[in-house]
């Protein structure tokens, strides 16, 4: 198999959860949380299949095509039939692989509100640290429509620690309650892995919203 390139394709992820805060003045606050997050990302491979042999079924040949076959028992025919028994079988196609992560999120953020009035401005920094629950991982073979799934729990760290960032808006309804906005940065930077020889350290933007109580 020959890979000539790879792509990335982030999918639709989200996460949901409840935080907490205190505020010592106008300016500096301290806020943490529990969130449950699920992460998606698809990536695509453009391979070249080659063989010498002729019976594998699926594929394409200098000699014909080649007549898809269920059963591995059983010889594939050729239209037309091939000269050589040792034709070289080559096609292009590409694999995908699905993960699919689901994490328990707990982030402390110091954050600093450079505008505070009826629209509100802040900003804020910190860390979170991120506990596996679960991680699958599917890999489809176009050319076959061969697909497989699995779990790969055990190549993954239980633990990571990311680094967030966030510029947030807020618009208070009343004295008690206000509606926020927060695009937010994360960056790992622990590997999500438990090889030596292998780091996965994934980053993601995001836009959070909600509604906040003011005690």
């Known amino acids: 198999v020959n890979v000539y390139e790879a792509s990335s394709k982030p999918q639709f992820s989200y996460s949901t959860g409840v935080d907490a805060g205190y505020?010592?003045?106008e300016k500096w606050s301290i806020r943490t949380g529990v969130h449950y997050a699920y992460r998606a990302e698809n990536t695509e491979q453009s391979i070249q299949l080659v063989d010498t042999?002729?019976?594998?079924?699926?594929?394409?040949?200098?000699?014909?095509?080649v007549n898809e076959s269920l059963d591995p028992a059983s010889?594939?025919?050729?239209?037309?039939?091939?000269p050589d028994p040792?034709?070289?079988?080559?096609?292009?196609?590409?694999?995908?692989?699905?993960?699919?992560?689901?994490?328990?999120?707990?982030?402390?953020?110091?954050?600093?509100?450079?505008?505070?009035?009826?629209?509100?401005?802040n900003v804020a920094a910190g860390f979170a640290a991120n506990y596996f629950i679960y991680h699958s991982t599917t890999v489809i073979l176009n050319a076959t429509g061969y697909e497989r799934a699995r779990s790969d729990n055990d190549l993954f760290n239980s633990m990571s620690l990311s680094a967030v960032f966030s510029l947030g808006a807020d618009y208070r309804f009343t004295e008690r309650f206000s509606l926020a906005m927060e695009p937010t940065f994360r960056y790992n930077i622990t590997?999500?892995?438990?090889?030596?020889?292998?780091?996965?350290?994934?980053?993601?933007?995001?836009?959070?919203?909600?509604?906040?109580?003011?005690f």
């Open 53 to 65: 042999t002729i019976n594998k079924p699926n594929v394409f040949t200098t000699a014909g095509s």
């Open 86 to 121: 040792k034709v070289i079988v080559r096609k292009n196609s590409s694999i995908e692989t699905h993960y699919r992560q689901h994490i328990i999120e707990m982030p402390v953020l110091m954050g600093y509100s450079f505008w505070n009035k009826k629209i509100g401005l």
């Open 191 to 214: 590997s999500t892995l438990k090889s030596n020889e292998i780091k996965s350290v994934p980053y993601s933007i995001g836009l959070g919203c909600g509604f906040r109580y003011h």
């Open 23 to 25: 505020q010592w003045n």
């Open 75 to 82: 010889s594939p025919t050729f239209s037309p039939p091939p």
